[in-house]
């Protein structure tokens, strides 16, 4: 149980490469620790929502952007790519 709260805690700093016997594992963390969507931009929308917005911004959301990444829907020139953007950086959403 150690072990397995030691990597959760340092995956988050950026990964540990672990080694038990002849088994190696190593766990990193693919997204930034923080909820500043600049910060994520190879998340995917879904996933990123899940875990840094409220679930209230569902209602609001365009449904056609939830599997694209944030990179995607920021640089997307469509209303609704700029209408996602926009939701995903509104402080009414933080948790």
Partial sequence: M????????????????YKVGNDSLFLSNAYAADCV??????????????????????????GEM??????EIKSGTSAVHKKAWKLLNDGRFTK
């Fill in 37 to 62: 969507a600049t910060n994520n931009l190879s998340e995917t929308a879904q996933s990123y929502i899940s875990r840094c917005r409220k679930g209230s911004i569902n209602s609001e959301f365009p």
């Fill in 66 to 71: 939830y599997s694209k990444t944030l990179k």
């Fill in 2 to 17: 150690k072990i397995l709260k030691l990597a959760l805690i340092l995956c988050f700093v950026g990964g540990i490469d």
